[in-house]
């Protein structure tokens, strides 16, 4: 058993809207494939951003920024891979008759990220921010990137924020909510680690 906790981390949930339906008027290799482009798509740019992969579940898709290393950078970077999933998106449907959406929910605070099983190990994380970053994303809208209060006071200096309201978290009661909308003109550039 190999566990760590880790106090400052970004967790993103990215899961595609209306799977199911569009999932029956696909034939399975159809729909696999474009799954395959999409989430090989995110692959991408979570490795060209150096941010933590965890795992899909279904049409879901979850990251988290932060792990295994600290970066004091972690909420910049999940910013930058919510708004990069959302651009990658756009590029495949314009090259397709079949049109994804996604929501995305990302929230920020502390994990316990650690790596489970006998056979078929898996690296995983739990916490509170993990399920707020999770309800985020099932409550949010299509097309949108909806954060906590937190990500939003940590990133109002260099990324544009529209105003969501209190929401009704399962298990949590309301809470504000914000959609990310951008980065700002006058923003450094995002932060690279890797080479693409």
Not at 26 to 40: G, P, V
Not at 50 to 55: C, L, M, P
Not at 83 to 92: F, H, K, Q, S, T
Request: with cysteine.
């Amino acid at each position: 058993m190999i566990a760590d906790r880790v106090d400052e981390a970004t967790v993103l949930f990215c899961d595609l809207v209306g799977f199911t339906r569009i999932a029956s008027q696909m034939t399975a290799l159809d729909l696999i494939h474009r799954l395959d482009s999409i989430f090989s798509e995110f692959d991408a740019l979570t490795h060209t951003l150096g941010v933590e992969k965890i795992k899909t579940i279904g049409d879901a898709y979850m990251a988290v920024a932060g792990l295994p290393e600290a970066r004091p950078d972690h909420a910049e970077t999940a910013a930058e891979l919510a708004l990069g999933m959302l651009a990658a998106l756009d590029r495949m449907n314009s090259a397709s008759p079949t049109h994804f959406q996604v929501r995305i929910g990302m929230h920020t605070g502390t994990v316990v990220a650690g790596i489970i099983g006998t056979h078929k190990f898996i690296y995983d994380v739990w916490g509170d921010t993990v399920n707020i970053a999770s309800r985020l994303e099932t409550g949010g809208l299509p097309g949108r990137i909806q954060v906590s209060e937190e990500i939003r006071a940590k990133l109002v200096h260099c990324y544009k924020f529209e105003p969501r309201g209190a929401i009704k978290l399962r298990g949590r009661g309301r809470a504000v909510a914000w959609f990310l909308t951008g980065r700002k003109a006058d923003a450094p550039g995002p932060i690279l680690t890797r080479t693409p």
